[in-house]
């Protein structure tokens, strides 16, 4: 990379964002203002034109700070460059050389010709490794027999003699010794034993107690995501995610539990237990929420067809009135720079009732109702890229 490929990026980010107004009024014309819904817009834009996509993530990384410090990988340039008008990111930087720049060659390489150079590579090591080892073997064979052959027959001849006196004073000794040693053997293998016990005792005292978990109105196991926080007297709480369906396990040698169990469609619940008379394997019901069911449902639900304009005028009828005026709505972000954005009452709605793909990745971390309203609702757009 060059600081000629950084200032390059930066004429292709002002090509993207005049790609994008030709068609689109966003929020503000200079794209490293955008926020929210102009970038999911933005993203809608390019899946249709390129056939790719990038994260919120790498647009907070690459399109909100200028001049960029380090370059986005080559199928993100090829892919903002196909935005832009243009077959590639090398034809793009081609179309827009500086005074004095030289494109080389090398840059045009693809990556099947750099995969294909570099098994070449291994296999010209590979065959010299090989033709070097026969060699050294062959060499060395002879050397090692010899030497052999010497020590061999000279011991045979020099200390015969010596071996059945030394054999018998090692026969009045060894009772004694023998006692000592199986004296030691016992008293290590004893410790050993100890020292494992110890070791292991948790594991070998403590029992895992299983919870699965039912829908309370249908009587089926809950489909959707769980977390379960268990609270221990002075620590912090231990936070644990079930999947749909599945039941929690939970390995202790406590005596008691307290557990804090939340859902994005049902109604929070603490359990405690003295697990001294607790059945081993349990099953907890969990009541549907119903603001947090219909705020989930109205979130996620696709709207397409010929009836679409009625039902998102529908939607959103019912999300106003769901919602309160002075509600508090974040969005939660990826990046570590920007990783809240507030957004008020409409601008959510707006945002939840539009057709769009990013709508199916979705997720509602928390909601809040007071006085038969949803005050708080804190919500993430999980990020899929794909740039193929």
């Known amino acids: 990379m060059t600081d000629l490929d950084l200032l390059h990026f930066e004429q292709l980010k002002k090509d993207v964002q005049a790609q994008y107004l030709k068609e689109y009024t966003p929020s503000y014309d200079e794209i490293s203002k955008w926020k929210g819904i102009d970038i999911i817009y933005f993203q809608e834009d390019l899946r249709k034109k390129a056939k790719g996509n990038i994260s919120e993530k790498s647009f907070y990384t690459y399109f909100k700070s200028s001049p960029v410090t380090k370059l986005p990988r080559i199928d993100m340039l090829n892919l903002l460059s196909i935005y832009a008008g243009y077959d590639s990111w090398y ?32 296999e010209v090591n590979i065959a010299d490794s090989d033709e070097i080892k026969p060699q050294n073997s062959v060499s060395d064979a002879p050397k090692l027999n ?30 004694k010794k023998n006692y000592q040693k199986t004296a030691w053997i016992t008293a290590t293998a004893i410790f050993v034993t100890l020292l494992g016990l110890l070791g292991f005792k948790d594991e070998i005292f403590q029992k895992t107690y299983v919870y699965c978990f039912t829908d309370a109105d249908r009587n089926l196991s809950v489909q ?88 998102i005028k529908q939607k959103r009828k019912q999300l106003e009135s769901l919602i309160s005026n002075n509600a508090v709505i974040t969005q939660v972000y990826d990046s570590d720079i920007y990783g809240l954005e507030t957004l008020d009452k409409e601008d959510y709605i707006t945002l939840v009732t539009t057709p769009t793909t990013s709508l199916k990745n979705l997720n509602v971390i928390e ?8 005050v708080s609702i804190k919500f993430k757009i999980s990020s899929h890229e794909n740039n193929k």
């Open 91 to 122: 034809e793009f930087k081609k179309t827009h050389l500086f005074a004095g720049e030289l494109l080389k060659d090398e840059d045009k390489i693809t990556d099947e010709e750099a995969s294909q150079l570099q098994n070449i590579v291994s």
């Open 367 to 374: 909601m809040i109702k007071a006085k038969g309203k949803i």
């Open 146 to 175: 010899d030497l052999q052959k010497n020590n061999t027959e000279n011991q045979y001849i020099n200390k015969n003699s010596d071996n059945s006196e030394i054999a018998q004073k090692t026969l009045i000794k060894n009772p």
């Open 224 to 311: 959707r995501d769980i977390e379960i926080k268990v609270i221990k007297e002075n620590e912090s709480p231990i936070l644990y995610r079930i999947k749909p369906g599945e039941c929690f396990r939970y390995p202790t040698k406590d005596k008691t539990l307290k557990m804090q169990i939340s859902s994005t469609t049902y109604e929070n619940l603490e359990i405690n237990r003295n697990l001294e008379n607790a059945p081993e394997e349990e099953t907890i019901e969990l009541k549907p929420d119903d603001y947090k069911m219909a705020l989930y449902y109205f979130s996620i639900k696709d709207i397409n067809g010929e009836n679409s304009e009625q039902l």
